[in-house]
């Protein structure tokens, strides 16, 4: 089983970002800017979304993961450490989905 983790991702898009637009996927998107690689994740979620309800799982698989990525880039953009959202994910754990959403 593989041991790469979405940390290991963070820090590829890190170095990427800084790599010529011509040569990485990565810095032409932070090269447009937010609104088009946030576009590009609108994107990737919906054709998940297909995948999901399509009961393709291979497709799903695939689409999963340019989702992911295209999340740490957004992030990166944002300038937003992927351990923020470990951080409030981890809060979360303390109380179930219902429970938050009754008490609101
Ligand atoms: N995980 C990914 C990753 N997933 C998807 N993509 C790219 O995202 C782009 C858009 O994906 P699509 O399938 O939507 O491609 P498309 O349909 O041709 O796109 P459109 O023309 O329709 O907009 C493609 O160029 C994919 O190769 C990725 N590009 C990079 N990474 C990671 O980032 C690293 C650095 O990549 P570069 O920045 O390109 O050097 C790679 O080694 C990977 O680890």
Not at 41 to 50: D, F, K, Q, R, S
Not at 66 to 72: A, C, G, K, N, S
Not at 76 to 97: C, F, H, W, Y
Request: no cysteine.
């Amino acid at each position: 089983m593989s041991d790469f983790t979405l940390s290991d991702l963070e820090a590829i898009v890190a170095a990427r970002a800084k790599a010529s637009p011509d040569e990485s996927w990565t810095a032409k998107l932070v090269a447009h800017g937010q609104a088009k690689a946030a576009k590009k994740l609108g994107e990737e979620a919906v054709e998940t979304v297909i995948a999901a309800i399509s009961n393709d799982r291979a497709n799903l698989v695939a689409e999963s993961a340019d989702l992911i990525y295209h999340l740490m880039v957004v992030l990166k953009i944002a300038d937003i450490p992927l351990q923020d959202v470990m951080n409030e994910l981890e809060r979360r754990t303390s109380q179930s989905g219902l429970q938050e959403k009754a008490s609101r």
